[in-house]
């Protein structure tokens, strides 16, 4: 290993991330990954190759998910999950622990197929507008707005599409659609399970008992366009059947998600009432640029030493029972991903597995570190930076780091350890 152009790649990794987390003169996060890219390339540090070889692992999963997001935004244009949130308060019934589990369930069952971000960034306002209708008090908001920034992430395991971290790992090992799921449905059943009782026990002692139904409005009162209302089911079966026929000829998820999706803006925007400019200009556009930059970035430093020192972490372990080799593996992953962001962690993951021979499992355990071990740190993920500033600009609600973390690591840990486990269950 070239020990300057280690240090000169960690460097500029360190200053890249630095300028993503401070936002100096508030440069966006896509330019500033961009920026550290174009130093990398300027430093000799990434050469066109390696250019080549990051477009050719993430450029799948940048137009897919870019895709799904951009649905995601024209289905909460429709009123689609203001309707589903409100439609769970009813059913609860004034239970307020009741409804808390409710939305839990609800945020899992969007994360499964608009990604992490889809409910995080959508559903977390609909829910605190959803509390504040039902005069729920400040303090007791708290627990409901973690629960559904948690379970974004907890529960955005189960299928390719569900979260950028598993595009990109599927892409990478060239894992079929439903080869994927079938391998993952346990560990997210467990996962959601798990999330829903941490989550429960930490916040038992704050959740309202009852909460105020008599302003709930009307669910049918929150459609806002009928006909993109009523293509929401089927265009989740267009995308989950689509994919698993072209995962199993080899299609990549993209040339399936991205048709769907632009004939879904199609129709909205002829068809329906859904400002489908706002929803592509909404779009993460910012995230894609991170994305290219960033893995580039991570690319120059995985390839100048890096990922040899965590393929050489990784196989140290293998030697100890299987279970202990396998938590070891997701705990390192869910602590680089919590340090440095999962969407680096998980390129570094990738390439430092396919160094180590050791099969899909790896990759799996991958996937369940870098979607839990982000909630570990307010940096994880870039879903929780823009969820928590989306809750303070336009919620004036303010989420402090260290509480942040605490209840993060005090629920985090646990499921993180239970769902991998949960890979060794027979299936």
Same mark, same amino acid.
């Given at each position: ?304 030493? &890096?990922?040899? %020192?965590? +393929?050489?972490?990784? *196989?140290?372990? /293998?030697? =100890?029972?299987? #279970?202990?080799? $396998?938590?070891? !593996?997701?705990?390192? &992953?869910?602590? %680089?991903? +919590?340090?440095?962001? *999962?969407?680096? /962690?998980? =390129?570094?993951? #990738?390439?430092? $597995?396919?160094? !180590? ?71």
């Amino acid at each position: 290993m070239n020990y300057i152009t280690f240090f000169i790649s960690l460097g500029i990794f360190i200053f890249t991330l630095l300028m993503v987390i401070l936002k100096p003169k508030n440069i966006p996060i896509g330019y500033s990954a961009l920026i550290g890219a174009l130093i990398a390339i300027s430093f000799g540090i990434l050469t066109i190759h390696g250019i080549e070889i990051v477009w050719n692992i993430v450029w799948n999963a940048t137009f897919t998910f870019v895709a799904i997001i951009i649905s995601s935004i024209i289905f909460d244009e429709a009123g689609v999950f203001e309707y589903a949130a409100i439609k769970f308060a009813s059913f609860a019934n004034g239970n307020g622990k009741r409804m808390f589990v409710y939305l839990i369930l609800l945020g899992a069952i969007i994360s499964a197929f608009f990604a992490n971000d889809g409910t995080a960034l959508i559903l977390t306002p609909i829910v605190v507008s959803l509390l504040v209708r039902t005069r729920i008090n400040a303090r007791a908001m708290i627990p409901f707005i973690i629960a559904t920034g948690f379970i974004a992430d907890s529960s955005s395991i189960p299928l390719v599409i569900s979260n950028l971290v598993n595009i990109v790992t599927s892409s990478y090992f060239d894992i079929p659609f439903l080869t994927y799921a079938e391998a993952m449905i346990i560990p997210d059943i467990v996962s959601i399970l798990a999330s829903i009782f941490f989550l429960y026990i930490y916040f038992r002692k704050e959740l309202p008992e009852k909460y105020d139904i008599s302003d709930l409005k009307n669910p049918e009162d929150a459609i806002k366009d009928p006909l993109v209302f009523k293509l929401f089911f089927p265009v989740i079966f267009l995308l989950v059947v689509g994919n698993a026929i072209g995962g199993i000829y080899g299609v990549p998820v993209a040339f399936i998600s991205v048709p769907i999706v632009a004939a879904l803006a199609v129709i909205s925007k002829v068809k329906g009432k859904v400002d489908v400019k706002k929803a592509i200009k909404e779009a993460p556009w910012q995230i894609v640029i991170f994305s290219l930059g960033m893995y580039m970035v991570v690319y120059a430093f995985g390839s100048n030493g &890096f990922t040899s %020192i965590l +393929a050489y972490l990784i *196989n140290s372990t /293998s030697s =100890l029972p299987y #279970s202990i080799h $396998i938590l070891l !593996t997701g705990y390192l &992953f869910a602590a %680089i991903a +919590a340090t440095m962001n *999962n969407m680096p /962690s998980t =390129l570094l993951a #990738s390439l430092a $597995i396919g160094h !180590t021979h050791q099969g899909l499992t790896l990759a799996y355990v991958s996937v369940i570190a870098n979607d839990i071990g982000p909630k570990f740190t307010p940096i994880g993920s870039l879903a929780t930076l823009l969820w928590l500033h989306t809750l303070q600009r336009k919620r004036g609600i303010e989420i402090k780091p260290l509480y942040y973390m605490k209840t993060g690591f005090i629920i985090g840990l646990p499921v993180l350890t239970i769902t991998l486990l949960s890979l060794l269950l027979p299936i």
